[in-house]
């Protein structure tokens, strides 16, 4: 039945006809190649699935040592240690730092493991040696572990229902960056050694944490033990720091974070005639710094948008959206001069990670990015039309229609717009046959 009134609704759309026009034809080849995108997007997924291996049972007798070899991985990149039991060492040696594939599309080999898994392990040590691509490594459900980290830089670790936990950096430089963040929650008796510059390597900067002493509480259906709390180098203090950790829009920050976004947004509703950015306790020069920074990132994601790694993609226009938060907001109508010290193009940012999301099938987040767009820049058609096309895939073609009938009375002999306006007809249609009986 559903290939029946697929089929129908191919016969209405035109699809199974000749094309009328060599434009037509050409629309119908972009179609074809969009399809083909897609495949290949799905088989990456696979690719990707097929990449993690799972490792247990490493540990054959008391304190023995495991060098994880690139034999054990078979060439799989991803990799969860699952199910260990100590006392024992597992050692992620240099050699995985070789291991690597060269990329279809570009030719770009990327050497490395991708990611680190560490589940439901006890009494055991952990000693990374190697690159980690994301640079993340997630521990979950562990006890009595410690993880070393040597050699290659770590920026980002999640801990969750853990106790007795120990993460120590052998040098100094491999954490503590502006952006890194250990990420915890439902841990207890967690520590952390960071090596000082300058400082002999057994004078670390230490902090012990532990959810309940840190305050964790519940918050609505989430538990204690769900409480997210971040550690971080105080910029201002060069100390450990731990704080409770909020989402807003996607985006995971700290107390101090939070307070400092929600000064920015109280100083920038504020009426004045001078909105440059010595208002917002920004000098020139930084936020040239930072401009510039959210206009590479927004180049890195249209390159990673163009060989179709969406997701990469998303986190590229992600970077350039929140760095670009501390800017004044960009108007259309004020004189440049009053412009000069803002992100002109976030809202491009928004739009294109809107377009990204419906890619990947992530509609409703299409929906907000799509709308959070239009808010800094109302009427701006892409983002209409992707507003649109996120209403049609959650089926809710009554509000779809208007905006690409809106967006087709702007682009008239727009192809793509004028395929999707008639695919929503069409769903209109059957939806109202269906209400008929």
Same mark, same amino acid.
């Given at each position: ?14 699809? %199974? ?35 993690? =291996? ?24 991803? =990799? ?36 680190? &898994? ?20 997630? /521990? ?35 954490w503590g960056a502006k952006e890194d963040? /250990? ?7 967690? *520590?952390?050694?960071? !090596? ?7 004078? !670390? ?9 840190? +305050? ?6 989430? %538990? ?46 504020? %009426?004045?005639?001078?909105?440059? *950015?010595?208002?917002? +306790? ?13 206009? =590479? ?16 993609? =998303?986190? &590229? ?11 004044? !907001? ?19 940012? &928004? ?35 992707r507003k649109g096309l996120a209403l ?24 793509? /717009? ?20």
């Amino acid at each position: 039945e559903e290939q029946r009134e697929s089929a129908l609704e191919s016969e209405q759309l035109g699809h %199974t006809r000749v094309p009328y026009s060599k434009a037509e034809e050409e629309e119908r080849a972009k179609a074809e190649a969009a399809r083909n995108a897609k495949k290949a997007l799905d088989a990456q997924k696979e690719r990707e699935q097929s990449a993690t =291996v799972v490792l247990e049972d490493l540990i054959k007798k008391s304190e023995d040592e495991c060098v994880v070899s690139p034999a054990m991985l078979g060439g799989r990149r991803v =990799v969860t240690l699952r199910n260990i039991k100590g006392p024992g060492k597992i050692v992620f040696p240099p050699a995985l730092t070789e291991l690597g594939h060269t990329a279809e599309q570009d030719g770009v080999c990327v050497k490395g493991l991708i990611k680190v &898994f560490i589940e439901n392990c006890q009494d055991i040590e952990v000693v990374s040696l190697c690159k980690i691509i994301t640079s993340t490594i997630e /521990i979950t459900h562990c006890k009595n572990l410690q993880l070393t980290v040597g050699q290659e830089r770590l920026s980002t670790l999640q801990a969750d229902m853990c106790t007795s936990l120990t993460i120590k950096f052998q040098s100094v430089g491999l954490w503590g960056a502006k952006e890194d963040r /250990i990420y915890h929650a439902g841990v207890s008796d967690m *520590t952390l050694l960071l !090596p000082v510059p300058g400082q002999p390597n057994d004078q !670390p900067l230490c902090r012990t944490m532990d959810y309940i002493k840190d +305050g964790a509480q519940q918050r609505g259906n989430a %538990t204690k033990e769900e409480y997210q709390f971040a550690t971080f180098i105080d910029e201002s203090t060069k100390q450990l720091k731990t704080e409770s950790v909020v989402r807003i829009r996607g985006r995971m920050l700290t107390e101090t974070e939070r307070r400092e976004r929600d000064s920015f947004l109280a100083r920038a509703d504020q %009426t004045t005639e001078q909105k440059g *950015t010595e208002e917002r +306790g920004i000098d020139e020069e930084e936020a040239q710094d930072i401009i510039q920074q959210c206009a =590479v990132h927004k180049g890195e994601g249209n390159d990673a948008f163009k060989h179709g790694e969406y997701a990469q993609a =998303v986190l &590229f226009y992600s970077l350039a959206i929140d760095k670009s938060q501390v800017l004044p !907001p960009f108007s259309p109508t004020e004189p440049k001069v009053k412009n000069e010290h803002t992100f002109a193009e976030r809202h491009i940012c &928004f739009s294109n990670r809107a377009a990204c999301f419906l890619k990947l099938g992530h509609h409703e987040k299409a929906l907000e990015d799509a709308n959070s767009c239009l808010e800094l820049c109302p009427g701006f058609i892409k983002a209409l039309f992707r507003k649109g096309l996120a209403l049609h895939a959650m089926k809710r073609y009554d509000e779809a229609r208007p905006l690409l009938a809106q967006c087709l009375t702007k682009e008239p002999n727009n192809k793509q /717009i004028q395929q999707a306006l008639r695919f929503c007809e069409v769903n209109l249609e059957k939806k109202r046959r269906k209400r008929m009986g």
